[in-house]
T-cell receptor, first 117, second 117 residues
Framework: NAGVTQTPKFQVLKTGQSMTLQCAQDMNHEYMSWYRQDPGMGLRLIHYSVGAGITDQGEVPNGYNVSRSTTEDFPLRLLSAAPSQTSVYFC????????????????FGPGTRLTVT | KQEVTQIPAALSVPEGENLVLNCSFTDSAIYNLQWFRQDPGKGLTSLLLIQSSQREQTSGRLNASLDKSSGRSTLYIAASQPGDSATYLCAVSRGAAGGTSYGKLTFGQGTILTVHP
């Protein structure tokens, strides 16, 4: 298994540009989430999904959109990038243990480092 | 609003020392607590997950304890090695229907650990 993959690894945007950060997992996990990591602030939840077609907001959702059309993919869209969105973005997933009760052990991707100028 | 604090922010120890990292949280109504390791420029790796009904978890040289009533957790690392150098993060979650946190975690800011030979 590749686990959780994220693309691109690095990205530089100009203010006002849009882009999509890709996240995919091959573990058949139901739950996926997006976090941003900023110096001195730890990781903060942006959006999360409890299954295909179901998403909800986290702590810092403004400026970001998500959708989940398949179990495997959970892209994060920046509609109009701002310098305040300069950060490292992590995608995570979790699922069930062999079809039984949910497991909260989180699997994280390697991150996307985004700079907005 | 849940707040998670980790002390110390940074720690430097000689190889072979036993050490303790601290994590405190303001809302004791947690579902579980997780400790993660993050290497520079990488994603997070789950080390230990403690359910709210548990007091501790152990994995190799790592032992994590949880005192929910006082809002504290400690991560104990025995016989530290240079390879343990990394940032250690703790995160808490609230439960939801279905017995899972859905990946909605609140993180501390982390402790940067350096183990020198």
């Amino acid at each position: 298994n590749a686990g959780v993959t994220q693309t691109p690894k690095f990205q530089v945007l100009k203010t006002g540009q849009s882009m999509t950060l890709q996240c995919a997992q091959d573990m058949n996990h139901e739950y996926m989430s997006w976090y941003r990591q900023d110096p001195g602030m730890g990781l903060r939840l942006i959006h999360y999904s409890v299954g295909a077609g179901i998403t909800d907001q986290g702590e810092v959702p403004n400026g970001y959109n998500v959708s989940r059309s398949t179990t495997e993919d959970f892209p994060l869209r920046l509609l109009s990038a701002a310098p305040s969105q300069t950060s490292v973005y992590f995608c995570a997933s979790s699922g069930r243990l062999a079809g039984l009760r949910p497991s909260d052990e989180q699997y994280f991707g390697p991150g996307t480092r985004l700079t907005v100028t | 609003k849940q707040e998670v604090t980790q002390i110390p922010a940074a720690l430097s120890v000689p190889e072979g020392e036993n050490l303790v990292l601290n994590c405190s949280f303001t809302d004791s109504a947690i579902y579980n607590l997780q400790w993660f390791r993050q290497d520079p420029g990488k994603g997070l790796t789950s080390l230990l997950l403690i359910q709210s009904s548990q007091r501790e978890q152990t994995s190799g040289r790592l032992n994590a304890s949880l005192d929910k009533s006082s809002g504290r957790s400690t991560l104990y690392i025995a016989a530290s090695q240079p390879g343990d150098s990394a940032t250690y993060l703790c995160a808490v979650s609230r439960g939801a229907a279905g017995g899972t946190s859905y990946g909605k975690l609140t993180f501390g800011q982390g402790t940067i650990l350096t183990v020198h030979p």
